[in-house]
């Protein structure tokens, strides 16, 4: 162990330098190898937060999270699909680059509120659309609209959502964006579309990276580790029947799937002759679709690969960022999510050109662990950071953060 300790192999590697803290006496530490200061104060997933206000990062919410649901539940939230390449590209894609500070910049007042299709927001972080969320606490949508309301963001709401567009939109006091998954019946989607119309909503992201093939790995092996039984709370004895108590799809009569494999983009133009919303696509990966969608005359685009749920390429969205951004031209605008988790990961994407991060498991970590004041702490924590990593790089609004602020590294 001695041999290990001194190797320079492990000099200035984090996890190596903590895993030595951590099997070592302490008197026995070499004092050269702990540089890091994880080493001193080691991130400790043992310690649970009894409160939001403890709460020093969002990762803190997690474990929480994790004791109060149940394994099957803490499954669907935490799995990527197949070996989980895209999950882990996800947070690794931000290594990738860097940021690049500027100085001597009036950095005092920091303006987070950005205009997006239109609409003024005071925090381009935006509530992804994540189904299910009662499954996570019992106030499900409510709670995080209330929290959302309270820290002024845009929520977009899932069709798998527990509760209907209009209560969700009423508790948030504000107009809310509808993520649609079409299915591969034209009826539905439009039954969908007029409903969320109907509730007042501006915009609707349809999601386009859901066409029926995923291997929720993760999700599977947790389910097997969960006691109670599925069919208790789920009623799998039709798809008809399991469908029909997922409020948006009430009445509706869906009896196969969600996916829509069979979608292509004339789907997006006849979606177009039935609304006056905007119609955004969600799940663009590459500059050739977002070109397309550009021509197409798409409102604004997703760059999304789902959180790592729907491929496992293991590219990751911020990786994919640039080509898109340089192949939209400015033509409509780009927004981002996939393992979004920090202040300068946001003002990475800002810098790029995205004009608006949706964030997805960190707020349900805050609604499972605490309900609306853990949705609430979470929002606040990356409001905080990224304004600070705003004064970091020197730009007192998101209009100041351009590219040369970012580099591959
Ligand atoms: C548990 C879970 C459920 C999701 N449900 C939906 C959904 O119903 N519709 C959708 O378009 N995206 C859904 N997503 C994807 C999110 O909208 C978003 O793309 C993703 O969570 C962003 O990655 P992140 O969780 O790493 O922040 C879901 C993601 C998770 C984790």
């Known amino acids: 162990m001695q041999f290990v300790a001194a190797s320079p192999l492990l000099v200035g590697v984090p996890g190596a330098a903590l895993a030595q803290a951590l099997l070592l006496p302490k008197d026995k530490l070499p004092k050269e190898s702990f540089s890091d200061p994880l080493t001193w104060s080691p991130e400790d997933p043992s310690r649970l937060i009894k409160d939001p206000k403890e709460a020093i990062n969002v990762f803190d919410f997690e474990p929480v999270m994790r004791q109060n649901v149940p394994p099957a539940h803490f499954g669907y939230l935490a799995t990527g699909v197949d070996g989980e390449r895209t999950l882990r590209a996800n947070r690794e894609g931000f290594a990738k680059f860097q940021l690049r500070p500027r100085r001597l910049i009036d950095v005092s007042q920091v303006d987070t509120s950005t205009t997006i299709l239109g609409v003024r927001y005071e925090t381009p972080i935006i509530l992804a659309p994540i189904g299910f969320h009662k499954a996570f606490h019992d106030e499900g949508e409510i709670a995080v609209a209330k929290a ?15 509760s209907g567009v209009e209560a969700v939109t009423a508790a948030r006091g504000a ?46 092996r947790l389910a097997l580790t969960d006691e109670r ?18 409020p948006m799809l009430e009445g ?21 002759d039935i609304t006056k919303m905007k119609i955004l696509v969600k799940g663009i990966l590459t500059h050739e679709d977002a070109k397309l969608a550009a021509n197409t005359g798409i409102d604004a685009i997703i760059v999304s690969n789902h959180g790592g749920r729907s491929e496992d390429s293991g590219r990751s969205t911020i990786d994919a960022l640039p080509e898109i951004i340089e192949a939209v031209g400015g033509r409509m605008p780009v927004l981002i999510d996939s393992g979004f988790r920090r202040g300068t990961d946001i003002v990475m994407a800002l810098a790029m050109g995205a004009q608006g991060v949706c964030v997805g498991r960190p707020y ?8 609306q004041p853990g949705v609430e702490r979470v929002l606040e924590l990356l409001r905080e950071e990224l304004r600070v990593a705003m004064m970091q790089v020197g730009a007192p609004s998101i209009r100041h953060l351009v590219p040369a602020m970012v580099r591959r590294a």
Not at 148 to 162: D, E, F, K, P, W
Not at 364 to 371: K, T, Y
Request: charged share 20%; with cysteine; glycine share 6%.
């Open 148 to 162: 959302a309301r309270a820290g002024n963001h845009l929520q977009i709401l899932s069709t798998v959502s527990t």
């Open 175 to 220: 107009p809310i964006w509808f993520q649609l998954y079409a299915t591969n019946k034209w009826d539905i989607a439009k039954a969908l579309v007029a409903r969320a119309e109907k509730a007042g909503c501006p915009a609707v992201a349809v999601t386009v990276d859901e066409a029926g093939g995923r291997l929720l790995e993760t999700q599977k």
């Open 252 to 272: 509706l009569k869906l009896t196969w799937a969600l996916a829509s494999s069979t979608m292509t983009w004339d789907f997006l133009k006849r979606l177009r």
């Open 364 to 371: 349900i970590w805050g609604l499972g662990a605490f309900g």
């Open 229 to 246: 039984k599925c069919s208790d709370c789920h009623d799998r004895s039709s798809p008809e029947a399991y469908f029909s108590r997922i």
